[in-house]
Each structure stands twice: as C-alpha cells, then as structure tokens.
C-alpha cells in the first residue's frame, strides 16, 4: 500500500475513498479512526492517510485528480448543513422564548427553557434538511 494523499478531515478522506472504491480501486484509510474518536490527534498523527495497492496508484491519481471539484462539493454540502442547523436553532430559541414567556416566572423555567430549545433544534433539523435537498 502506497499513500497517495494526506487528509485533514475525515469527511473528505471519505468522500474520496467512497470514489476510489466506486471505480473498483481498493482503499485504506490510514489513522481513520483515530481522527474520529479523537479530532485533535489529526496534527499528532499527521493526518488520514488515503493508501491504495502499488499497482493502482496512477489510476487513483487520475480519478482523484479533479480534486478541485471534490473541494467545491464538500464546501458547498458543508454550507448546506451549516445553513440548516441555523434555521432549526432558530426555530430551537424562537421555541424557548414562547416557553419562558408563557411561564410567567415558575420555578426552573431557565433549565425547562433550555431544553425545549435543544429539543425543538433537533426535531426541526429533519424537516429543514429535507426541505433544502
């Protein structure tokens, strides 16, 4: 196994191993889960390494090679998302001030408050992200 990339995030580790792995060329991610368990051992163990057979290399050179455009998905899926959590926090404290309000001044009002924002951000993140497909 040789590597032929190195990887700061898990997520475009992946994306490119799922693409490799599409065109029939087997791969290994080196350090994979020790990213996912543990996120700021990526310096330590100096990244996820994308490792293929010596025989394969040049082909996973050339089906990775429009990496630009794999960059543009990733940020563009990630703005996405990013977008999404917004809107259902949105919804998650627009949730928690009714609550508090219509409390009118009970005992634990800030905790219940709370949770109702936490709960109400998870529940509408299903519905937005099916919205924003």
Request: glycine content about 8%.
């Amino acid at each position: 196994m040789q590597t032929i990339r190195t990887y700061n995030n898990l997520f475009e580790a992946q994306s490119a191993q799922a693409l490799l792995e599409s065109e029939g060329i087997e791969v290994f991610l080196k350090n994979e889960n020790t990213v996912a368990v543990q996120p700021f051992y990526n310096v330590m163990v100096g990244g996820i390494e994308l490792q293929v057979d010596d025989d394969d290399v040049s082909r996973a050179l050339e089906t990775i090679g429009g990496e630009k455009q794999c960059h543009e998905d990733v940020e563009k899926i990630t703005g996405d998302l990013g977008r999404i959590f917004r809107y259902a926090l949105a919804i998650g404290i627009f949730a928690g001030i009714v609550f508090i309000l219509s409390a009118g001044g009970e005992q634990n009002t800030l905790i219940s408050a709370l949770l109702i924002v936490v709960f109400a951000t998870a529940f509408a993140l299903v519905p937005l992200a099916h919205l924003f497909k």
